[in-house]
């Protein structure tokens, strides 16, 4: 991670990360989507998803803000299509107003960040002004205040210009934190929403109460074993000495 993208990443609670995969990656990817794969974790769809726990451009980013022993935590997929509605507004630090949030915390101490719950968002297809999906109120990981967000901006039924929908093209990766506020904006365009989220946490912690099946996966890699760990802190193989 570079200078300029730390200050980004701090002040924000997000960041872009352009062109991560190339226009081959993304169009082998949509293939298997459109070839059937859309339940469950992406992660165990194939080769060029399995690809996606470490990909060698995210591999700085997590290790910078999850730490040497980061591990995956769950991966899902979100297609939208248009007039399609999710979840309002959450996250927050510590919590938010909701305690089943409190693994949503971002810390920076001694020239070092540090993370709960984060996300990697792997975009499959474009997200452009006004289309919605992916939205967040910049800064608010590092609110106090988040409990005062009215409900009605938690449900998008008022607009507020706090809340930003990132614009962004197949192959970007949205990285955020948890502890950001963010949500999913309803679809409105004519094309599908196409986005693989990875989500990661230091190797001491958990948010999903299900860990992974290292026998489903086949061939993996000794680092992508390492990351598909359960939580532990005694004895745990570091990612980092595995990263150049
Ligand atoms: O990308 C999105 O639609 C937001 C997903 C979300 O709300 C989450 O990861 O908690």
């Given amino acids: 991670m570079t200078p300029e993208e730390e200050f980004v990443v701090d002040l ?18 949509n293939e298997a989507i459109d070839a059937g794969h859309r339940e469950g974790s ?14 060698p451009k995210i591999m700085p980013y997590l290790l910078d803000l999850l730490g040497p022993n980061v591990r995956l935590d769950h991966d899902y997929a979100i297609f939208m299509n248009r007039g399609d509605r999710l979840g309002g507004l959450h996250g927050g ?4 107003p909701s305690l ?6 971002y810390k920076y101490r001694d020239g070092v960040i540090r993370n709960g719950l984060c996300v990697f968002t792997y975009l499959l297809a474009d997200a452009g002004p006004g289309d919605g999906g992916f939205a967040c109120i910049p800064g608010s990981h590092k609110s106090n205040f988040v409990g005062n967000i009215p409900a009605e901006v938690r ?4 607009g507020r210009d706090y809340v930003v929908q990132p614009e962004a093209q197949a192959g970007d990766v949205i990285f955020f934190t948890e502890a950001l506020v963010h949500g999913t904006i309803p679809w409105n365009a004519d094309h599908e ?8 946490s230091p190797g001491h912690s958990a948010w999903n109460g299900n860990y992974y099946d290292i026998e489903q ?23 980092a000495e595995l990263t150049e």
């Fill in 12 to 29: 924000n609670g997000y960041i872009l990360l352009k062109a991560v995969l190339s226009t081959a990656e993304v169009a082998e990817l």
């Fill in 42 to 55: 992406p992660s165990l769809w194939g080769d060029p998803f399995k690809k996606l726990i470490d990909h």
């Fill in 93 to 96: 630090e510590d919590g938010g």
């Fill in 100 to 105: 089943s949030e409190c693994d949503h915390w």
């Fill in 155 to 158: 449900r998008y039924e008022e």
């Fill in 193 to 200: 929403r196409r986005a693989l989220l990875y989500k990661y």
């Fill in 217 to 239: 996966y086949g061939d993996l890699t000794e680092r992508q074993r390492r990351m598909l760990l359960p939580p532990s802190i005694g004895r745990r193989p570091s990612v």
